[in-house]
């Protein structure tokens, strides 16, 4: 494999802009290699009517979408991410709201099935994020800044009813149980 396919192939999956230094780690080339391949890389698909486009930055490069096709992809990273929410992605986000931060066991419980896609769409609509809980040593969810300020309110005790559903006698004891059985049958 050519070393610009080996960039382009990097550039294609990565999430933000790499450097010379790392690709060239990456791919086992010279900086300067690494360099000249760019350049060449960036003539073919900046050159032509491409719906993407190289971009680079003092020692940094990556794929971006032409200015021509801002339109489109903007409609679509809109729906992707402002669409309407699934009736199990409303629920799953409410419980992450009033009961959060709260592991995905603990979410999987009360609501009976896998939440791991629905987690995962959450957070990349920026309506859920993972935190790491060092004590428990475990990943927790809560809701984002974002969601906060879309509902329009301050911090999430505003929400109706939420002392009410936040600290909820039978999910308490839902989860306690849980909690206890392990501890048991190992006993």
């Known amino acids: 494999m050519s070393l610009k396919n080996k960039l382009e192939s990097l ?20 900086e300067a290699e690494v360099k000249a391949a760019l350049e060449e890389l960036k003539k073919e698909y900046n050159d032509s009517k491409r719906g993407i486009q190289l971009v680079t930055h003092h020692t940094k490069a990556q794929l971006m979408t032409s200015p021509e096709s801002r339109s489109v992809v903007e409609a679509y990273l ?17 419980i992450v709201t009033y009961r959060g931060p709260i592991t995905k066991p603990e979410l999987e419980q009360i609501r009976g099935v896998n939440c791991s896609l629905i987690l995962r769409n959450l957070m990349i609509k920026g309506l859920v994020e993972a935190n790491e809980d060092k004590e ?12 906060i300020r ?7 005790n505003e929400l109706p009813d939420y002392d009410k559903l936040s600290h ?7 989860l306690t149980l849980n909690q206890e059985k392990p501890e048991e049958e190992n006993a």
């Not at 550039?11 to 010279?30: D, H, W």
């Not at 879309?150 to 999430?156: A, C, D, F, K, Q």
């Open 136 to 147: 428990r040593m475990l990943t927790v969810y809560t809701t984002t800044f974002d969601f």
């Open 78 to 94: 809109r729906d992707e991410q402002f669409g309407e929410l699934t009736k199990p992605s409303l629920e799953t986000l409410t």
């Open 11 to 30: 550039l294609f999956v990565a999430t933000k802009p790499l450097s010379l230094g790392k690709i060239a780690e990456l791919t086992g080339a010279a």
């Open 150 to 156: 879309y509902l329009g309110i301050r911090e999430v």
């Open 168 to 174: 909820h006698e039978t999910l308490e004891k839902v």
